[in-house]
């Protein structure tokens, strides 16, 4: 429960930082679109994001795919997944065809992938990935709407570098941008942690020294779709 409150308010963070984006208008508008033109109506697609911690383990890997099948997942977000690029391709079990997925060279660490069920109509565009297992991006269409998705693990003590390379990231994607991940970070130190290392400093501060006060300052005036 913690996790799901930690990764849903760096979502809105997330959000501020493309709402200043040049093109967020028409993003946005275009989501709008796609609801208020019922092309998705009676079409639900859940999205869920984990951190596995690994899942070499053939009956540990197995009872998670089950469970996802069995509660319905659409689009999966993987963090840690700790496999080799080859291994990755085990994640195609209980129907999930699509698998999209980063690496950390040859070594059991880090790790990230994005697993699509076979029961949705997905049509791929690109696949950009870093050689770390620290991200993966994907494009395409879902029903015709242009979507990106990016699954994002960022290892503790990571440098801001990484956070800011994931805004930019989002900020220059097509379409309706979806970011989950393990960012591994503390929107607030002092509340959240008792240890004193030194990438337990506030997002917010990591922010204002390297990309400016901008995003930050922002007020969410409203939801996506408002």
């Known amino acids: 429960m913690f996790r799901t409150v930690i990764v849903f308010i760096l979502s809105l963070f997330l959000f501020i930082y493309c709402e200043g984006s040049a093109d967020y208008q028409s993003k946005?508008?275009?989501?709008?679109?796609?609801?208020?033109?019922?092309?998705?109506?009676?079409?639900?697609?859940?999205?869920?994001?984990?951190?596995?911690?690994?899942?070499?383990?053939?009956?540990?890997?197995?009872?998670?795919?089950s469970k996802l099948k069995r509660e319905g997942e659409k689009i999966v977000f993987l963090q840690e997944t700790q496999m080799s690029q080859p291994e990755h391709a085990k994640l195609k079990w209980f129907g999930f065809k699509h698998v999209f997925s980063s690496s950390y060279m040859s070594s059991h660490k880090r790790g990230v992938a994005t697993l699509i069920s076979n029961t949705v109509n997905y049509e791929h565009k690109s696949e950009t990935k870093d050689k770390c297992g620290r991200f993966v991006k994907i494009s395409g269409?879902?029903?015709?709407?242009?979507?990106?998705?990016?699954?994002?693990?960022?290892?503790?003590?990571?440098?801001?570098?990484?956070?800011?390379?994931?805004?930019?990231m989002m900020a220059n994607s097509k379409g309706?941008?979806?970011?989950?991940?393990?960012?591994?970070?503390?929107?607030?130190?002092?509340?959240?942690?008792?240890?004193?290392?030194?990438?337990?400093?506030?997002?917010?501060?990591?922010?204002?020294?390297?990309?400016?006060?901008?995003?930050?300052?922002?007020?969410?005036?409203?939801?996506?779709?408002?």
């Open 141 to 168: 269409k879902i029903k015709g709407i242009e979507l990106t998705l990016i699954s994002v693990y960022a290892p503790p003590g990571s440098d801001w570098g990484v956070y800011r390379g994931v805004f930019d």
């Open 176 to 226: 309706v941008v979806i970011c989950r991940g393990d960012f591994n970070i503390r929107l607030n130190p002092t509340v959240d942690s008792s240890g004193t290392a030194t990438h337990n400093r506030p997002l917010t501060k990591k922010n204002e020294n390297t990309h400016g006060r901008a995003w930050h300052n922002r007020r969410i005036t409203g939801s996506l779709l408002n």
């Open 28 to 65: 946005r508008e275009e989501w709008r679109s796609c609801f208020s033109n019922n092309k998705m109506q009676g079409d639900s697609v859940k999205i869920v994001s984990f951190n596995v911690n690994g899942v070499l383990n053939t009956v540990k890997r197995s009872k998670i795919l």
